[in-house]
């Protein structure tokens, strides 16, 4: 097996030399054995891989064919992931790579103790990273959740020395080992990179250890890279890499075989290696397509207006528990546990119902993203809830390069339970970072849905939709001021939607003509706390100016269903897009995009309103000036209605 890596590894490095590899390459050359090793030493019919850019060897000790790794790389349909994945993101079963440095730590954790078993053989989770990793924060939050929440993972460490062209020793600080310690995890060490007896012992004992105890381990083994970082980009003197070529434990082992054995396995591999290079060549291309989400799930959708009366926070609750209760959800955030039950008390019962489904996390945001990712990819329906809104930037890797991607990154569509929740806005003195609306910073993102229920709305029902309707990671914001507002339908009505997601999460409409005769006035369009905001202005705006209006409230923020609103919003004279964040590449930006390409509202005047653009101070006052209020946006309406 090991000779098979480096002869495909040799030959992919030619392809790109000729010019038939598109992108890039990291190749195992120097670290085969390991590779094989560590695979072989674990069971593929139980255990989880999740491992980095440098993946080839792993892939083909794991059981990937040969024909179908070098496909891939050449971006044939008859790759391993049909071309989209290239070298760095692969999937087999059980297995999953990507090529973002410790991007997969977290989730590691999550499906790791998703999959722990308390009796019998215990299947673990292996998180392979190199010593560039050495310097990613994420990795530490991983390593130490993972201990906290008694996660059965095997951090395995291949230090090669040098982390692309820089030598490691020069970006990291001290003995990784004693980090690593300090989190409560047992290291295993192989020194010597030429010793493969070493390294197995270590090995099979790291693995051994973490299946018995049923906790996380790291294995930390010094390795040889012989060949660049990826391609071409290699600094090191022809004297260092000579060294390397001294201690390489793939000659060291061959050296132990007979000369005739040696030689019958030089023509085999060869020979194999030829005819899947030549085979792979001659495939087709990868076949254009867009992979969209898919939807198996026909059922009924029924009315997304509240029944009971119930305050928001109430209803969030109740949703949280059912989903727990009947569908075998998991719950992680900060500060869960009961009698606290969560900053704004959405939590509250939560831990006493369910205590095994509940993590209370440490001040880990990015970690704690994997984590519930980890348990979505096992199939188990997992609810994240930040603290705060605002603190969702510390997770933009695993929601932008996790989340966004694991759907349809392997070629296929794959169904993902997942729901971040996110309490979001001001006018409640928190500040400039814990008052902010920030949704906007993932409009537009693949395979994630953003949705935004209000007071009109069921806000548990949509809850419960995101988590096991969806189809997609949802990101679910939730206005903190309409935490403690009753449910209320209104006077509102559902707009129909052609799309799937659209009728999960509609907009509701008031229409003050009731949609007959002549055109309102004013169209807002808003969602979120925003729409009491905007009630009162047109409650204002028609008793004191007999400035007539419409109000569509906006459920799903991402992918707009702009056909919907076009189909639904008359071209009055003002349409007006309300947004707590600031204007600037916001929602509004969006909305309003879609309605002036369609040709429809040529004759509207649009106007976005929103937050200043500066950071969110705390004390009262200042806090009003920077928030948009009813007062402003009526000002604003009626001087843009008497410039008409």
Not at 341 to 360: E, H, L, M, N
Not at 361 to 385: C, D, Q, R, Y
Not at 562 to 579: G, Q
Request: aromatic share 8%; proline share 5%; glycine share 10%.
């Amino acid at each position: 097996m090991a000779r098979l890596i480096r002869s495909i590894d040799t030959e992919i490095l030619r392809l790109f030399d000729e010019g038939a590899v598109h992108g890039t390459v990291h190749t195992s050359i120097g670290q085969e054995i390991q590779d094989v090793v560590l695979m072989w030493s674990l069971s593929q019919s139980q255990d989880r891989i999740f491992t980095n850019h440098r993946n080839h060897g792993q892939a083909l000790a794991w059981g990937a064919s040969p024909l179908g790794l070098l496909a891939e790389i050449l971006g044939k349909e008859s790759g391993l992931v049909g071309g989209y994945g290239g070298s760095q993101h692969i999937e087999l079963e059980g297995f999953h790579s990507s090529g973002v440095q410790a991007g997969l730590t977290g989730i590691a954790v999550g499906a790791g103790l998703a999959r722990k078993s308390e009796t019998g053989i215990s299947p673990i989770t292996v998180a392979v990273i190199g010593d560039g990793t050495l310097g990613e924060g994420l990795l530490y939050e991983s390593m130490n959740l993972a201990s906290v929440m008694g996660a059965p993972v095997l951090f395995t460490v291949f230090d090669n020395g040098i982390a692309q062209t820089t030598p490691s020793h020069t970006t990291t600080s001290g003995d990784p080992r004693i980090r690593f310690r300090g989190f409560g995890l047992e290291v295993f060490e192989s020194n010597d990179p030429s010793d493969v007896t070493e390294f197995r012992s270590s090995a099979e004992s790291a693995i051994e250890w973490v299946r018995r105890e049923r906790r996380a381990a790291v294995l930390y083994a010094n390795v040889i890279r012989i060949g660049p970082h990826s391609k071409g980009d290699d600094t090191r003197t022809s004297e260092e890499v000579e060294r390397m070529l001294t201690a390489d434990p793939f000659a060291v082992v061959r050296s132990q075989l007979d000369s005739d054995i040696a030689r019958a396995i030089d023509d085999e591999i060869d020979g194999l290696v030829a005819e899947a290079v030549e085979i792979a060549s001659s495939g087709a291309d990868s076949r254009p397509r867009i992979i969209q989400p898919e939807w198996n799930d026909d059922d009924e959708i029924e009315s997304p207006f509240p029944s009971g009366d119930v305050r928001v926070v109430e209803s969030l609750n109740a949703a949280i528990h059912t989903l727990l209760g009947e569908y075998g959800a998991i719950f992680i955030g900060q500060d869960l546990a009961d009698p606290y039950g969560g900053a704004f008390k959405v939590a509250r019962g939560i831990t006493t119902s369910y205590p095994d489904q509940v993590f209370s996390s440490p001040i880990s945001e990015a970690a704690m993203t994997g984590f519930g990712l980890g348990f979505a990819l096992e199939g188990t329906p997992a609810i994240v809830e930040m603290m705060f809104g605002d603190f969702v930037t510390l997770a933009a890797d695993q929601i932008i390069n996790q989340a966004s991607k694991l759907p349809t990154m392997y070629g296929t569509f794959r169904e993902l339970n997942f729901v971040l929740r996110l309490p979001s806005g001001g006018g409640r003195g928190y500040g400039p970072t814990h008052s902010q609306s920030l949704e906007a910073m993932f409009i537009g993102l693949p395979n994630i849905a953003i949705v935004a229920p209000s007071h009109r709305l069921d806000s548990g029902e949509f809850l419960k939709r995101a988590l096991v309707r969806a189809a997609c990671p949802v990101i679910f914001v939730e206005n903190k001021r309409l935490y403690p507002v009753r449910e209320e339908r209104g006077e509102y009505g559902v707009v129909e939607s052609s799309s799937r997601l659209g009728s999960l999460f509609p907009t509701v409409a008031w229409l003050s003509m009731g949609g007959v005769g002549d055109l309102p006035d004013v169209t807002f369009i808003t969602y979120g706390g925003m729409v009491p905001v905007v009630e009162s202005c047109a409650k204002t705006l028609t008793e004191e100016e007999e400035i007539t209006t419409d109000i569509f409230a906006v459920g799903l923020l991402s992918p707009l269903d702009s056909h919907a609103l076009i189909e639904a919003v008359s071209a009055t004279p003002i349409i007006a897009v309300v947004e707590e964040g600031v204007v600037e590449h916001g929602f509004g930006a969006t909305v309003i995009s879609a309605l002036a390409e369609s040709g429809k509202f040529v004759d509207s005047k649009f106007l976005r309103i929103g937050s200043e653009s500066t950071p969110i101070p705390s004390a009262p006052r200042l806090e009003e000036l920077v928030l948009p209020d009813s007062a402003r946006i009526v000002q604003q309406i009626i001087a843009l209605y008497q410039a008409i």
